[in-house]
């Protein structure tokens, strides 16, 4: 039975002096001849208000269109922004990049944002974010991704949090006037540790029985057709996994995404799982090499004859990325994949085939 006792009143005093200011950056998909939209957000979780210096730097492949607050400077693939953050706020803006035509599919992607306090920042790892990714064709833009999509047992212990990224748009004819997210939270995560992370819209949340749900209500979210780079949207929210899972268990989550009255949009599941070889160094396995491991863009694939064929699956069997070898010798890009563990399946031209794991970091 929960008690409230309203008469005790407890003080609580914030440090002085703390500055610490924490990047995050979400992208929408980018494909040739359209918009897409890269969401940069600053949180402040010091306890002083702070001028930021902000520099976003964005892939040469892409040309600058805009941004929700106009940038102080910008020059070619760079912008910056010196906004002031207040202790415990947030500052967020949607910048708009354009992909020409001829950009090829697969085309490879690289942004960087960097977040600078006036002060010396307590804890500068969290200052900078990269985003490596990949020009894409076709694909379903209604996603959820987890990350990191792999724990150690001592990682889960230690009380590391997951941070979820659902992404949606609006295909539909007509602009959607609100869009409720639903997601049926897993018993292996602490639901009392969750937190917003940033969202492309302004964004309310509650867990009701198990169920998380987050409502932009209104929202006006144009149509692909009419508005396509804006016709896109995200919410980005952490929760920590149970301490006590083991080296195998996996949790797995689907967002289910209503557009006004609409029937759900079902994202694949985003899978985590608990693995204790997590980090582990790859060595030569049955006539082919695979490195570095872990990897966070480029994994080199070498073999002893050519003509091998690549497959890159999750951990739960979805196909990723296929490649025919002509030489002894490949680079994959995998900096587009969330950080987990992955499969590498190499099939020689007499047919045989020889697996080993890798983990995108």
């Known amino acids: 039975m929960l008690q409230v006792d309203s008469l005790n009143d407890i003080g609580y005093q914030a440090i002085p002096g703390i500055y610490d200011l924490v990047a995050h950056m979400t992208t929408m998909p980018a494909r040739p001849g359209f918009d897409n939209n890269v969401y940069i957000t600053v949180e402040n979780i010091g306890t002083e208000s702070t001028v930021a210096a902000l520099d976003l730097t964005f892939d040469n492949a892409q040309t600058w269109v805009g941004s929700g607050i106009a940038p102080d400077t910008q020059v070619g693939n760079s912008a910056t922004w010196s906004p002031t953050i207040a202790a415990g706020s947030s500052w967020g803006i949607a910048v708009t990049l354009h992909t020409d035509a001829a950009v090829v599919i697969g085309t490879s992607l690289a942004h960087t944002f960097v977040a600078t306090p006036a002060v010396q920042d307590s804890t500068p790892a969290d200052n900078t974010i990269t985003w490596n990714g990949f020009v894409v064709g076709a694909i379903d833009p209604n996603d959820k991704q987890v990350e990191p999509g792999t724990m150690t047992p001592t990682q889960v212990q230690s009380g590391e949090a997951l941070e979820y990224t659902i992404r949606f748009q609006n295909t539909g004819t007509f602009p959607a006037e609100r869009v409720i997210i639903t997601d049926t939270l897993s018993t292996d995560l602490l639901w009392n540790t969750m937190e917003?992370?940033?969202?492309?819209?302004?964004?309310?949340?509650?867990?009701?029985?198990?169920?998380?749900?987050?409502?932009?209500d209104p929202i006006n979210l144009p149509d692909s057709a009419s508005d396509e780079a804006n016709s896109h949207g995200y919410v980005k929210f952490r929760m920590t996994p149970v301490s006590t899972l083991m080296n195998g268990a996996q949790i797995e989550n689907v967002a289910?995404?209503?557009?006004?009255?609409?029937?759900?949009?079902?994202?694949?599941p985003a899978v985590f799982t608990v693995d204790e070889n997590v980090g582990v160094v790859a060595t030569a396995v049955s006539g082919f090499t695979v490195y570095p491991n872990p990897v966070s863009d480029l994994l080199t694939v070498q073999v002893?004859?050519?003509?091998?064929?690549?497959?890159?699956?999750?951990?739960?069997?979805?196909?990723?990325?296929?490649?025919?070898?002509?030489g002894t010798q490949v680079v994959v890009s995998v900096g587009d994949l969330v950080g987990g563990l992955y499969t590498i399946s190499i099939e020689n031209v007499g047919g045989q085939r020889t697996t080993q794991r890798f983990v995108r970091q």
């Open 196 to 216: 917003l992370v940033s969202s492309s819209h302004t964004t309310g949340w509650y867990i009701h029985q198990g169920v998380l749900h987050f409502v932009m």
């Open 256 to 268: 289910n995404i209503y557009f006004d009255f609409n029937e759900p949009v079902i994202t694949a």
């Open 304 to 326: 002893d004859a050519p003509g091998a064929f690549i497959e890159v699956r999750s951990c739960d069997g979805r196909l990723l990325k296929a490649v025919r070898m002509v």
